[in-house]
């Protein structure tokens, strides 16, 4: 079998980590299969190097950030490498240039366009276990580019799908995908199995156990994705395809996502096209508008809110002063978005029901509400995310899953 096996930051935290890590890597070597890993930077590492970068500027072009940042994983990858020689086996590491991956030009969130798996093909061939610096490609260009955060375990779903990987593992400091953040809630379950489409809702609502799009593109590529611990040998959570799994759960978890940020134009006048300036100019931008809210006073006048992520608040704040479109702007980061995900939601009602006495019988203000099929989302004030999870995971009595 081929394997791709992915260490995240605190399995490769420490040089006794790195060693484990090797020696679990040389363990699915001598059971026969070829091997590729793919490793992240040593836990805190790249919030370390943004922190230098930060001394100099407070807005780095991406392109050097790029550069600074897709070195952490160079470090870990030649250092378990050199463990895994001494230890006897043939390994080499691979930038992202050398494995092949090719990305867009858009520095600090680049795509992957292709993976020319010409060098990874012959290098295993030739028997050697190949160790790769995950979050980063190169561009057509030849410029180092990075995937976004938690990017690691894109490239490893994309190493695996273009290699015809049986199998892709990405090993964390969790034993695979639970209710909720195990962190939070201390009785969340494991979840035996999940579908590509709910694990993608969960990782793109918060849970960060899995990158968003490592989910999407295992989904688009069949990738056989498993998470699990490289601290024990228990079994991880499968994510799979929908009719793998017999029966689906009503809610099958709780995400929370503490890094949203919420923009409120007061006063706006309300005439049509109003929503349109605000939006497309947002969109030319690049700013990825999740909740949107907006409701007409009397006056004629209207409100209108929205939420972005966090770390996009600085430059949709720029873009609203531009564009003078109310009398009044708030800016207000310290909220949560709290949400339900079960693909069980589509054929039973009550769901939501459950949801908004649960916060009520809390006390818990909901301040926006969104809803799909199969999730219902609630921005609160962030210092309340922690009980709402834990009020919600207990009232639909996840924790006797
Ligand atoms: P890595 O560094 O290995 O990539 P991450 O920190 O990115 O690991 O992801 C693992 C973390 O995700 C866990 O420590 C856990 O706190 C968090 N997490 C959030 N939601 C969940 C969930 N539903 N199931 C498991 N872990 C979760
Ligand atoms: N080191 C990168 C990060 O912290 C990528 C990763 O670990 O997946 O986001
Ligand atoms: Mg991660």
Known sequence: MLIVQK??????GDLERIANVAKRVAKTKDEGNDVIVVVSAMSGETNKLIGYAEHFSSSPASK?????????ERVTSALLSIALQEMGYNALSMSGRKAGIYTDAKHSSAR??????DNMKQRLKEGNIIVVAGFQGITEDDNVSTLGRGGSDLSAVAIAGAMGADLCEIYTDVDGVYTTDPRIVRNAKKIEKISYDEMLEFASLGAKVLQNRSVEMAKKLNVNLVTRSSFNENEGTLITKEENIME??????????????????RNVKDEPGIAAKVFSKLAENDINVDMIIQNVGHDGTANLGFTVP????????????????????????NIAKVSIVGVGMKNHSGVAGTAFTTMADNNINIEMISTSEIKISMIVDEKYSELAVRALHEAYELDKA
């Open 7 to 12: 260490f995240g930051g605190t399995s490769v």
């Open 64 to 72: 050097e950030m790029d550069m600074l940042l897709s070195s952490g």
């Open 112 to 117: 992957i366009s292709h993976i020319n798996t």
């Open 248 to 265: 689906q759960p009503i809610v099958s978890g709780i995400a929370v996502d503490k890094n949203q940020a919420r923009v409120s134009l």
């Open 310 to 333: 966090e770390n996009e608040l600085e430059s949709a704040k720029d873009i609203m002063d531009k564009l003078n479109a109310a009398e009044n702007l708030e800016f207000d980061s």
